[in-house]
């Protein structure tokens, strides 16, 4: 039987969520709103349009469609601004190595990300052509911890569930796998989680449990 493993991208092959916190943070300054890190902890796996929303909850305030749109984007130019000089030495450890492992296994893998830059972030990295399918937030209109990504993902794959592994290093993530009937696989900030079938402590220990 075929097996694929689901990589969410940041937070587990590589992290940029202080890049997404500085633009935030700048974004929110600009409107007078409340802004900090628990906030920022709020938003980690959610959609752009998403934690905008938790944001302006937060904060009781209310936005146009339009104008939300145009936070939504100006967050985003700050974020992309701040990717320009990522490049494979910014991966995450081991996770070169994980990667290569697998693609030596003849295991299929796939990109299961909420971020509509995922593309950007794998080609920058230099790591595009190691996965057989790639399911971004250009792809889903449903964020996690709907299993929307997740189901596309093993679905472009062409892997049986029962041997589809997702590796996740956040709740709403490991939550999102779980909804799909997807092996779930807690990293860093999910390797505590209670909901994970599995934890790690570091990348090259997927491999163990793969095979």
């Known amino acids: 039987m075929n097996k694929g493993v689901i990589f969410?991208?940041?937070?587990?092959?590589?992290?940029?969520?202080?890049?997404?916190?500085?633009?935030?943070?700048?974004?929110?300054?600009?409107?007078?709103?409340?802004?900090?890190?628990?906030?920022?902890?709020?938003?980690?796996?959610?959609?752009?349009m998403a934690s905008l929303?938790?944001?302006?909850?937060?904060?009781?305030?209310?936005?146009?469609?339009?104008?939300k749109t145009a936070l939504a984007t100006k967050k985003n130019?700050?974020?992309?601004?701040?990717?320009?000089?990522?490049?494979?030495t910014h991966m995450l450890p081991g996770a070169l190595k994980t990667l290569n492992t697998l693609k030596e296994l003849g295991v299929k893998?796939?990109?299961?990300?909420?971020?509509?830059?995922?593309?950007?972030?794998?080609?920058k990295l230099e790591i595009t052509d190691y996965f057989d399918a790639i399911v971004d937030g250009?792809?889903?209109t449903e964020s996690k911890p709907h299993p929307e990504v997740f189901l596309k993902a093993q679905e472009a794959l062409g892997v049986e569930k029962s041997a589809c592994y997702v590796i996740e290093?956040?709740?709403?993530g490991i939550e999102a796998a779980n909804r799909a009937n997807l092996i779930s696989i807690g990293i860093n900030d999910a390797e505590t989680s209670p909901?994970?079938?599995?934890?790690?402590h570091a990348l090259p220990e997927l491999i163990k449990i793969i095979n």
């Open 53 to 67: 929303d938790i944001i302006l909850t937060y904060n009781k305030a209310k936005y146009s469609d339009e104008a």
């Open 169 to 172: 290093d956040a709740e709403s």
């Open 138 to 140: 250009t792809d889903i």
């Open 77 to 88: 130019t700050y974020y992309r601004v701040s990717l320009e000089d990522l490049n494979p």
């Open 8 to 48: 969410d991208l940041d937070g587990v092959l590589v992290s940029t969520d202080h890049y997404h916190y500085l633009a935030w943070k700048r974004m929110a300054e600009e409107e007078n709103l409340a802004f900090d890190e628990t906030l920022n902890n709020q938003l980690r796996g959610v959609s752009r």
């Open 109 to 123: 893998l796939a990109i299961g990300s909420s971020s509509k830059n995922a593309r950007y972030i794998l080609n």
């Open 195 to 200: 909901q994970a079938k599995h934890t790690i």
